[in-house]
């Protein structure tokens, strides 16, 4: 009986031992794709949005009709949002001349704490205000960062809830960007 109860101690402790060596080297292997959410395929009308940009001019979603649009739904405080800002910043580089944008909807925050931000991140694309949650609202999900492509009709194509990584974004935006309608 001893025995038996001294080799099921011993299979318990190798099998911990195996996940914890198993986590250890997922741990080690992590990079910013292990965290990027990967896109839910959509197909809606992009909502009738309209707010204030950072620097006082009212713009409107369709305003970017013929681009392919990127809304980012952020926060200054939100620390997924803080750590996909370089990668959309890069990807909003090397796309911009091709007909991308990027319009990223600051959920609450006020215009010194935006401008701050962008100023520190070094941030080039355009920045909304949504004092009062429109855009949240309109896009029907309060989870922050939330993000959705538009392609150059005006139809929303992809929607991430959480932290992107550059990766995800070649995968699934590169070929909208790309493509022709």
Request: glycine share 6%; hydrophobic share 45%.
């Amino acid at each position: 009986m001893r025995s038996t109860v001294i080799g099921v101690v011993l299979l318990l402790a190798g099998f911990v031992l195996f996940l914890v060596l198993q986590g250890s080297d997922n741990a080690a292997a992590s990079d910013t794709t292990s965290r990027s959410v990967i896109p839910v395929e959509v197909e809606f009308v992009a909502p009738a949005l309209q707010l204030e940009n950072v620097n006082g001019k009212t713009e409107a979603l369709q305003d970017f009709s013929g681009q392919v649009v990127l809304v980012n739904n952020w926060a200054t405080w939100c620390p997924p949002c803080k750590a996909e800002m370089p990668s959309l910043e890069k990807y909003y580089q090397a796309h911009k001349e091709e007909g991308f944008t990027i319009v990223a909807i600051s959920a609450g925050d006020t215009q010194a704490e935006v401008e701050q931000f962008t100023q520190s991140y070094g941030l080039t694309f355009n920045f909304w205000l949504d004092p009062d949650g429109a855009a949240l609202n309109a896009f029907r999900n309060g989870s922050l960062p939330s993000s959705y492509v538009l392609d150059r009709n005006g139809t929303v194509r992809l929607a991430w809830t959480g932290e992107i990584s550059l990766e995800m974004l070649e995968k699934y935006v590169t070929p909208l960007v790309q493509s022709v309608n």
